[in-house]
């Protein structure tokens, strides 16, 4: 089975803080992606990347950046967390959604900033 | 990029059907239809996708318009388990960046 690996359920930060979110697929796709979901608002895409180094902005990028070093892993980077950025962030892998291919998603990261 | 329209919430009877409706009247030729199901805290499980014929699978059936602009997940015997936010997403179609665009979701709730 398929499986996308976010390396943290729960955290909790400081505000000003800087905080890492790691997620790691094991199927070699080439599409990555960066969501963050809250009440009343649905999945909202952060960024995503289709290729190593390769990056795009979605919907909602301002206050957070990526990194795609590896295939396999899809980092996302909050420079400086703030209290609005409290929420759950879903990473999300696929090979090519156009031609029909599934999209997997990770069990997702909780995060609170205080 | 094509939109969705599901309604906000739907009650089903265990045992029951559960039709959950969407609309994407502007999907393009080439975008497929996916249906993902999300319970609370947890994150989107795939449940089934289709371009332009009907899809059955162990979880579910699929029924798109024969103009695409509209589908149905059907959820043949509902169970208590079945209780989650439905969302139906399209796929964009001419890109490869495989971009997604999420609606709002349907609350379906299975009564016993």
């Known amino acids: 089975d398929v499986k996308v690996t976010q390396s943290s359920r729960y955290l909790v930060k400081r505000t000003g803080e800087k905080v890492f979110l790691e997620c790691v697929q094991d199927?070699?796709?080439?599409?990555m992606f960066w969501y963050r979901q809250d009440p009343g608002l649905g999945l909202r895409l952060i960024y995503f990347?289709?290729?190593?180094?390769?990056?795009e902005k979605g919907d909602i990028p301002e206050g957070y950046s990526v990194s795609r070093e590896k295939k396999e892993r899809f980092s996302l980077i909050l420079e400086s967390a703030s209290t609005n950025q409290t929420s759950m962030y879903l990473c999300a892998s696929s090979s090519r959604p156009s031609s029909g291919n599934t999209i997997y998603f990770g069990e997702g990261s909780w995060l609170t900033v205080v | 990029d094509a939109k969705t329209t599901q309604p906000t919430s739907m009650d089903c009877a265990e045992g029951r059907a559960a039709n959950l409706p969407c609309n994407h009247s502007?999907?393009?030729?080439?975008?497929?239809v996916y249906w993902y199901r999300q319970i609370h805290s947890q994150g989107p499980q795939y449940i089934i996708h289709?371009?332009?014929n009907n899809e059955t699978n162990e979880m579910a059936s699929l029924i798109i318009t024969e103009d695409r602009k509209s589908s149905t997940l059907i959820l043949p015997h509902a169970t208590l388990r079945d209780t989650a936010v439905y969302y139906c997403i399209v796929s964009p179609g001419s890109s490869n960046t495989g971009k997604l665009i999420f609606g709002q979701g349907t609350t379906l709730q299975v009564k016993p």
């Open positions: 289709g371009l332009k």
């Open positions: 199927m070699d796709h080439e599409n």
């Open positions: 990347s289709y290729d190593v180094k390769m990056k």
């Open positions: 502007t999907i393009s030729g080439n975008e497929y």
